[in-house]
């Protein structure tokens, strides 16, 4: 008879490994269900509820894609992926890169991109809010001092740049929807792509565009760059960038929690 820790560890293996579940059949009392059979319903249970959990961080990709492909995609992931943590919430970071490679999904183009909005939008969501960096506690920072400043980003703040409109795409596949029906159904995608800000205010997600350069800046900011690194940056990939325009943007749109030289 196998010691409780090795029969732990290879019933957690059975989950995801039919050999492992042969292996570790013969420790399984069956009590009325064979062994084997006693994994399998543990089996489906774990790929259902985990499936589960991926429909609703999703459920708009789940929508373009259909239910079939969908829970299929789902199954593939979770065998390559297992959950490692005991929050769900924290499942599925790699979902969106997944089902990219997977058959079909070429026909759909900014599925991808979709999908990691999604898992964006769904971070969040979840993510702590601190307070917003009060303006006031900037004033007693020497004028040589800015350069050097490192502004921190809200814990939800996430960015997204998509060569496609997948915010246009979110929107028009919500349950709540109320726009012209056929929207839903046709999205022009030479409307072309969109940089975001996506940040929780409250018990809402606002989704904030972004110009090329803004994004770049708030980009090297997350990174913990300076201001004066993340304004270079800024500035090489937009030359028109405006630096006091955005930092009083964003700074009354509250993306900043605190601040370090």
Not at 191 to 201: F, Y
Request: negative net charge; proline residues 5%; glycine residues 10%.
């Amino acid at each position: 008879m196998p010691a409780l820790r090795e029969l732990q560890t290879g019933f957690a293996a059975a989950m995801f490994d039919p050999e492992a579940a042969v292996r570790i059949a013969p420790g399984v009392q069956a009590q009325g269900i064979e062994s084997a059979r006693r994994l399998q319903v543990y089996r489906n249970n774990l790929f259902a509820g985990l499936t589960g959990v991926l429909a609703a961080v999703y459920p708009v990709t789940r929508r373009l894609v259909g239910e079939a492909w969908f829970d299929q995609a789902a199954r593939g992931y979770i065998a390559v992926h297992p959950s490692r943590c005991g929050d769900v919430h924290r499942y599925g970071d790699g979902f969106a890169a997944y089902i990219g490679g997977c058959p079909g999904a070429d026909a759909l183009p900014y599925l991808t991109d979709t999908a990691r909005l999604e898992w964006r939008y769904h971070c969040a969501f979840h993510a702590e809010q601190l307070p917003s960096l009060n303006i006031d506690s900037l004033r007693s920072l020497r004028q040589d001092d800015y350069p050097r400043l490192c502004l921190k980003l809200q814990p939800s703040a996430r960015l997204l740049d998509s060569a496609y409109p997948v915010l246009r795409i979110w929107q028009v596949n919500q349950a709540d929807w109320t726009g012209d029906p056929s929207d839903a159904a046709v999205v022009d995608l030479a409307e072309g792509g969109i940089r975001l800000l996506i940040l929780r205010e409250g018990l809402e997600v606002a989704f904030i565009p972004l110009g090329r350069g803004e994004h770049a800046w708030l980009q090297g900011l997350g990174r913990g760059m300076n201001l004066l690194e993340s304004q270079q940056q800024a500035a090489a990939l937009d030359p028109d960038f405006d630096l006091g325009a955005a930092l009083r943007r964003h700074l009354l749109q509250g993306v900043f929690s605190g601040w370090r030289t």
